[in-house]
């Protein structure tokens, strides 16, 4: 009969108190699962956060790092007996001779290529690859 009367007051006091720590333990446990979780998605937050940053720092400085090329400004002038003219002047000349001797449109006019003759005070033109002229300077 011992052993039945331990195993009845275990039964009444022990044992709930069992259950009622064992909740107390599960609860505190799901707690800390989801302070970690939390912990852990601001982590992964913060760490992605800091890759994106670290990788547009790392685009913004290859991009400052390639070499810049250097731009060259050239002017011809051509000068013969008492004449002056410039690639400008020239390619002006041969814009407006496109415009008023054929009739079209300046956009229409794609590609000049001009052939300055000073001793013949011409200079001869070639238009979109394939309308042929002269004009006098």
Known sequence: ?????VKATVKKEIAPKVEAATKVVAEETKAAAKKATAATKTIAKKASTA????????????????PKKATT?????LEYSDKKYTTADLEKIATDVWVYDYGKKASELKTVELYVKP????VYYVFNGDIVGSFKI
């Open 1 to 5: 009969m011992a052993v039945e009367k």
């Open 51 to 66: 890759t994106k940053t670290a990788t547009r720092k790392a685009a913004e400085t290859v991009k400052e790092a390639k």
């Open 73 to 77: 400004k050239t002017a011809i002038t």
């Open 119 to 122: 001793l013949e005070s011409r």
